[in-house]
């Protein structure tokens, strides 16, 4: 079983037809350790029992006609009522997300602004979607994980609360750990090297084993610039002009 809401934390709402799935990364490693020490805290909402009829049903056929089924509205809102109680209705307090692929992109910057709420409702679809009247009438964030389709949203669900949790203070442990790495000030991070000093004929940059601090910073700086302008000049346009 899930673990369940820790009072105060910031906690993760999730609605799902398979809460069997989690915490599963989640409940590994840091994000795991921080769960179990209550830094943040994980609710799974099973949507079956909310379907209708003696079946359980929670979807139908596409009104119009097409292929595949669509999360009912009315399974859906009760589900979204359950996950309500307790919790703020601001949306920057509170944000309610379905994964989507038709969203906007995840990003660094939303899970910063998803950290620096009290929690989250995170709806995990599947099939071909949910009805739209019920994303309308909640204002659900339509979020994506990227330019491709998955099975379900459980997946890329666990994919970003793992990045907004580790921003939560205390679960890294080291702040200046998240202040250093990819997308902090919208570059990508620069390469990183570690013992032995030569392998397989291959040494690590001098300028790094040299102690001058100011050096290695000028170093790591012009790497992620030159990583980011050759990997993702979207990123590089955005990063130029933002610094003029």
């Not at 099975?151 to 205390?170: H, K, S, W």
């Amino acid at each position: 079983m899930a673990p369940q809401r820790v009072k105060g934390a910031w906690c993760a709402k999730i609605i799902t037809l398979f809460p069997e799935a989690f915490p599963g990364t989640l409940g590994l490693s840091l994000t795991g350790k921080a769960l179990a020490q209550g830094l943040w805290s994980l609710e799974t909402i099973d949507l079956r029992p909310f379907g209708e009829g003696k079946h359980r049903n929670v979807d139908d056929t596409p009104a119009g006609g097409g292929a595949g089924m669509v999360l009912r509205a009315d399974v859906v809102a009760r589900a979204l009522a359950q996950a309500g109680e307790g919790a703020p209705k601001d949306r920057a307090r509170w944000p309610i997300v379905f994964l989507s692929p038709r969203g906007k992109p995840f990003t660094q910057e939303r899970a910063q602004a998803w950290a620096g709420a009290e929690g989250m409702t995170l709806l995990c679809g599947r099939f071909e979607g949910v009805d739209q009247r019920v994303i309308d009438a909640h204002e659900i964030e339509e979020v994506s994980l990227g330019d491709f389709v998955m099975t379900g949203g459980e997946i890329a669900a666990q994919a970003m609360i793992d990045a907004t949790v580790r921003l939560i203070p205390g679960v890294l442990g080291n702040h200046a750990s998240t202040e250093e790495e990819s997308f902090a000030d919208g570059l990508l991070e620069h390469p990183q090297y570690t013992r032995p000093q030569v392998w397989e004929g291959r040494e690590i940059p001098a300028v790094l084993n040299s102690g001058h601090h100011g050096e290695i910073a000028r170093w790591r700086r012009a790497e992620a610039e030159k990583l980011t302008e050759a990997r993702r000049p979207d990123l590089w346009a955005v990063y130029r002009a933002r610094k003029g």
